[in-house]
């Protein structure tokens, strides 16, 4: 068996900081991570909902090896497991995994270093877990090492209203009646409030501590375009655009061959996977792509659950997915790793009709109602003219303040109009309708239709029957989705989609609030690229990628086992000389410093050598620009759209405070948005003052500018101004 890490010296109250760095290279938390990671250790029943990338498998992790006896990790795919072990393992951490993959004396050995008290983490199937013969072990492990927690993965699989429903997930309210005392935690990535209440009695989790994260994945840009005759056009160049691995998703296996041969046609590194391959194509073509034997994977929704490539650059949906929750996931493939990523749907007619045929397929009724509803949501999602994170994150019950500067809707804005009147009416037609129709049927009204239905009703005697045939069936159906996304209305989740008014509806119609709603432009969406690298740093991030990917294949990994993408371009821009300087940096903990220091600093010397650049004989100064813990969580905040006086109430700090960081941030060449801070105007007017004054104090610059400009703007375009002149 392989040798792991000891534990790092600790006191009984161990610090939680000092131990994520010496297993997993971090130097601070993401947000919320060291609250639950603090309750984890308190032994409590815990509901956590992580968006992808989020950090949920650190929640469980990080306990695991602080804690006595082993936690038990149930996760419902083969890839998953091995991904997470394998990475694990690559920390020097104490991890394995029980499934159908090994044969009977592999499952015999581990099961024996299990009971000898070395493994802290086993990865387990829900069908496993639960079968006559591993139940009377898991006892034994009880009885012999002990259990500390048991983690259950993907946790929505346990709800008939979560999006990937699996039966057997269900049995595992077993785990409460058999060891009442041992904690459990259920980890998601999404989930409704509804899925959450029906997680949390299904497993019988005891009073649990429920932790809700942002769903805004803030590096990820999200597009939808019309599916015309030249999508496949548009596809290609898409791909070719843009750097680093891509998922394509099609709704069909007939549709991922086409597409796959015209791409292999086009000269582009790809491969299928679908259901109708064998067990063996589809595992070796996964672990192709994982380990960047090959760029691109075209697939069907049967890809992806039980991938853990962080370093996925995009995901394109050639396809209309089947709901709002699904896309979520799918899309949320791209980015794991935190860096900028994008999120192309296309988008026709034709796909729907497809989706609703295999919906109509469905035995159950209730089913096919659920089902339809969720179609709905997702038509809006596509034909939206709002902030595209609005409607997501609306979805999920977040409210987003929109102009997110990262979606098609927001970089390639419609023209606003004020449609408050038509609002007035569409609002007051519901009213009449006494709230218990669909926006089809509000929207006849308001056409004057004598339908049998408006005429069984009598609706064609209300005073809103007809009073919006100036505008069309797609106008009215435009602005009632732009008032579900916006909160002014509100529609039921049982699949029949009835409208209700809220409080805010009634400002509307009383004229206490105005409505107003992007007009769609025919315009082509064009990706704008990040800032370019330097050409120094580009050139050794290549060599570095290239010895990376190396090493992977030795051991047999993918290379992000070895190194985050996030960590390699760090190294590229420090440039450590030393392995004490290596080890600072984020995502190199003292397992990879052994195994990977001296390796990775001999490329980075033989560059500087072939480069002609001079020996650094003291480069600390480029680990001064790395930000600090407090400001990483600023950063974080700021990127989820939060603005200065809510960061200062949520981390209980000063505005000044708040402002300090961002403007350090920024000195240190963070991606802050910068526009938001400050209007572009003033930044002008200071920038010119900076450049006649100097890097003086601020009190001078304030007296010369005048009341107009605040000490918080000139602190920030000072950190701009200071970036800029760096030598």
Not at 171 to 192: E, M, N, S
Not at 352 to 364: A, C, R, S, W, Y
Not at 391 to 411: M, S, V
């Amino acid at each position: 068996m392989p040798t792991y890490a000891t534990h790092p010296p600790m006191s009984q109250n161990p610090n939680l900081e000092q131990a994520l760095k010496y297993y997993f290279g971090y130097d601070s938390f993401r947000l919320g991570q060291r609250q639950i990671i603090e309750q984890a250790l308190q032994n409590r029943d815990l509901m956590i909902v992580m968006p992808t990338g989020g950090g949920k498998s650190l929640c469980f992790q990080l306990p695991a090896l602080l804690k006595k006896g082993l936690t038990v990790v149930v996760s419902p795919l083969i890839a998953l497991m091995q991904d997470q072990v394998e990475s694990l393992q690559d920390n020097g951490i104490a991890a394995t995994f029980l499934n159908s993959s090994l044969n009977a004396y592999k499952v015999r050995s581990r099961e024996e270093y299990i009971l000898s008290g070395k493994v802290k983490l086993l990865y387990v199937a829900p069908e496993r877990l639960l079968s006559e013969r591993f139940l009377p072990f898991l006892d034994l492990v009880h009885h012999q090492v002990g259990i500390s927690a048991f983690a259950i993965d993907e946790a929505h699989c346990v709800s008939e209203w979560g999006h990937d429903f699996r039966p057997e997930y269900r049995q595992l309210k077993l785990l409460r009646k058999r060891y009442r005392d041992i904690p459990v935690l259920a980890l998601t990535a999404t989930a409704t409030e509804r899925v959450r209440t029906d997680i949390i009695q299904q497993l019988g989790l005891n009073q649990p501590s429920v932790h809700l994260a942002s769903f805004n994945r803030h590096n990820l840009y999200y597009e939808v375009r019309s599916k015309t005759k030249y999508a496949y056009a548009e596809l290609l160049e898409l791909i070719r655009e843009t750097e680093g691995s891509g998922i394509i998703y099609c709704l069909t296996r007939k549709k991922v061959d086409e597409i796959t041969l015209k791409l292999q046609h086009d000269k582009i590194s790809v491969l299928p996977y679908h259901a109708g391959l064998t067990d063996e194509e589809r595992s070796k073509n996964q672990t192709r792509f994982i380990r960047d034997d090959v760029r691109v994977m075209v697939a069907t929704i049967a890809f992806g659950m039980g991938i853990n490539k962080p370093d996925v650059r995009f995901v394109i949906h050639f396809d209309i997915s089947r709901n709002l929750e699904s896309y979520y996931q799918e899309s949320g493939r791209a980015g794991r790793d935190g860096e900028p990523s994008r999120c192309t749907l296309f988008y026709s007619y034709g796909d729907v009709k497809t989706i609703e045929f295999l919906i109509n397929q469905k035995p159950d009724p209730q089913e096919q109602l659920i089902s339809k509803h969720q179609l709905r949501q997702m038509i809006d999602y596509t034909e939206g003219t709002d902030c595209r994170r609005t409607i997501q994150l609306g979805y999920f019950g977040e409210r987003f303040a929109g102009n997110c500067g990262n979606c098609d809707n927001c970089r390639y804005p419609k023209p606003v109009q004020d449609w408050t009147i038509e609002a007035m009416k569409f609002l007051s037609c519901v009213a009449r309708c006494k709230e218990r129709f669909g926006m089809g049927h509000i929207i006849d009204v308001l056409r004057g239709a004598k339908s049998q239905k408006i005429t069984q009703y009598e609706h064609d005697k209300l005073s809103t029957h007809g009073i919006g045939k100036d505008k069309t069936p797609d106008e009215w159906r435009m602005l009632g989705r732009s008032l579900l996304h916006q909160g002014l209305l509100e529609q039921t989740a049982d699949g029949y989609a009835v409208l209700k008014l809220n409080a805010l509806s009634w400002e509307v119609m009383r004229r206490q609030r105005t409505v107003s709603i992007a007009v769609p432009v025919a315009q082509k969406i064009t990706w704008e690229e990040g800032d370019e690298k330097a050409a120094e740093v580009e050139m050794l991030l290549q060599r570095l990628r290239a010895l990376r990917k190396q090493i992977a294949d030795a051991q047999s990994v993918p290379p992000y086992v070895i190194f985050a993408d996030s960590t390699l371009k760090l190294m590229a821009q420090v440039q450590p000389q030393t392995l004490s300087q290596f080890s600072k940096l984020s995502g190199v903990g003292s397992h990879k410093v052994s195994n990977y220091g001296e390796k990775f600093l001999a490329e980075i010397r033989a560059y500087r050598q072939e480069q002609g650049l001079p020996e650094q004989q003291d480069n600390s100064t480029r680990f001064q620009d790395l930000p600090s813990e407090t400001e990483l969580l600023t950063l974080q905040l700021h990127q989820q759209g939060f603005s200065v006086a809510e960061i200062a109430v949520k981390r209980n700090l000063r505005s000044t405070t708040i402002i300090r960081h961002l403007s350090d941030l920024i000195e240190k060449n963070q991606s802050v948005d910068f526009n938001l801070l400050v209007p572009v105007e003033k930044q002008q007017k200071i920038l010119q003052v900076l450049e006649i004054l100097g890097d003086i104090s601020l009190t001078p610059i304030k007296e010369y500018l005048g009341d107009r400009y605040s000490f918080d703007e000139i602190r920030l375009v000072r950190g701009k101004w200071r970036r800029e002149n760096k030598k």
